[in-house]
């Protein structure tokens, strides 16, 4: 038997991506910008005039769903969320495709650093804000937003959630999911306060600071200078950048923790304490090769270890055309793509607990060769890990190269070449946007054809919500009972 969800949750959500564009839409009445406030206020009224009555009429029957149905709901509300975001760009009188509008607000929601936009400051100012918006809201997940928010949604919250949230282990911080969320946020809001702070210290303008604060917490990378970083040629700014993007792709209950003053745990954890050491690894390994490209043991080191964070964290900004740095330099960033944060933060990619589990394994296989009646087990944060953990980390990583692969497939067969299309589909489904070849630092996603931009935009949404959320959607058996 099919299926059929209730689909109230996913009308709030969407709800609750509509209220967004009050912010630009005020912002362009500000401005007296005629044509960007219209294109703020229709989808937002069109979305209210269907999610208003919806609350109404339902709003005295509870919200039950099976676990299964969490996955749909979640795929739902991002592909309408991208969807009702695309609108502010068709509708900004700037000559964006639909299909380019739809790569946009897909990259925003999937807090990817991608764009088809060749002259970004050429935008308005409020097209510029939504934009960082959507990483901002993507990055944290709309999902999580809402369950903070709108405890109306009850029974079945965690497993939003858990559709939604990256990572292996979707953890509740405390007992109450809608408490977890808010916490979540609160941290969320903090990172973001203070980056915005350190920019303005660094020089930037109020909008300027605030647009690039706010998808640089959620690992977005966007800018609103088409040099992007690099316009500001600051040092200060470079490094607070760095800071930001590794806390950012940091375990966000690890700042629960410290907070609870429980440093003991934050220390002994295992993925923390992996992603931290490959990001030292890497800054010096790819500083020392570009200390003969730069002549400068200093700024070697400062663009050697903005790249390192970047590409780990998935953020995918760049202060410098990493395409023309030497090649151990490029192969060194090329790893780091395929890594990705930490799980329960807002960066994509493989998650380096994966990355971890697998390391510990392997080193277990080789002890079971030279003892082969010894029994040995995976240890994350210093206790003894379940097994299937191990299993759903080598399931994840066969899935990742499997879609990896298939994007790539895809996208030889629509005229992009070899190269290219191996790297475009590794950065859309890792949601880092910038990777090498036709997808380097100094090109963008324009020149690609329509229908592969819109299904690089259903990848990122994939990458997103950690792949198993959408695939499971195309295997027969879900749909019945």
Not at 458 to 481: D, K, N, Q, S
Request: hydrophobic residues 55%; glycine residues 10%.
């Amino acid at each position: 038997m099919i299926r059929v969800p209730q689909l109230r949750p996913v009308i709030f959500l969407l709800g609750i991506a509509a209220l967004v564009m009050v912010f630009p839409l005020f912002y362009a009445l500000a401005l007296g910008d005629r044509i960007m406030a219209r294109a703020f206020y229709l989808p937002l009224g069109a979305v209210l005039l269907v999610v208003l009555p919806a609350a109404v009429i339902t709003r005295k029957r509870p919200v039950r769903f099976a676990y299964k149905d969490g996955f749909l709901l979640v795929f739902l509300a991002w592909v309408f969320c991208c969807l009702l975001g695309a609108f502010p760009y068709y509708l900004s009188g700037r000559g964006i495709s639909f299909c380019d509008a739809v790569f946009e607000s897909a990259c925003g929601f999937a807090t990817t650093g991608a764009t088809t936009i060749g002259d970004i400051e050429a935008l308005p100012g409020p097209l510029l804000l939504w934009r960082s918006l959507t990483h901002w809201f993507g990055g944290m997940g709309i999902v999580v937003l809402t369950v903070a928010l709108l405890p109306m949604l009850g029974v079945g919250a965690f497993q939003l959630v858990k559709a939604e949230a990256p990572g292996p282990d979707k953890e509740r911080i405390t007992p109450k999911i809608a408490h977890t969320a808010k916490i979540l946020w609160f941290f969320y809001l903090g990172l973001s306060l203070a980056l915005f702070l350190l920019y303005r210290i660094g020089g930037m303008g109020w909008f300027d600071a605030l647009c690039h604060a706010l998808p640089m917490v959620a690992t977005g990378g966007i800018s609103t200078k088409n040099a992007g970083i690099a316009f500001y040629n600051s040092a200060f700014i470079d490094g607070v950048s760095t800071a930001f993007m590794l806390l950012a792709g940091l375990n966000f209950s690890l700042y629960y923790r410290i907070f609870r003053l429980k440093f003991r745990e934050a220390y002994d954890n295992s993925e923390g304490r992996a992603y931290f050491s490959i990001f030292i690894i890497a800054a010096v390994f790819i500083s020392a090769a570009l200390v003969p490209h730069y002549g400068s043991v200093g700024r070697a080191l400062r663009y050697g270890a903005y790249q390192a964070a970047s590409v780990l964290s998935t953020c995918g900004s760049a202060v410098a055309d990493y395409g023309a740095w030497p090649v151990s330099a490029q192969a060194a960033l090329f790893v780091l793509m395929f890594i990705g944060g930490c799980s329960g933060s807002t960066a994509g990619g493989i998650k380096v607990i994966r990355c971890v589990v697998l390391w510990k394994q392997l080193g277990n296989e080789f002890k079971r060769i030279v003892y082969p009646q010894g029994i040995f087990s995976v240890r994350l944060n210093r206790k003894v890990g379940r097994k299937d953990v191990v299993y759903g980390a080598a399931g994840f990583v066969c899935v990742y190269l499997f879609t990896v692969f298939i994007t790539a497939l895809v996208s030889a067969a629509l005229g992009v070449d070899v190269f290219s299309s191996f790297c475009a589909a590794l950065a859309v489904t890792s949601n880092i946007g910038t990777g090498f070849g036709a997808v380097g630092p100094a090109l963008n996603y324009g020149a690609f054809p329509p229908a592969l931009k819109y299904f690089y935009s259903f990848i990122m949404i994939a990458g997103r919500l950690e792949l198993w959320t959408v695939l499971v959607l195309f295997f027969p058996e879900f749909w019945r009972r």
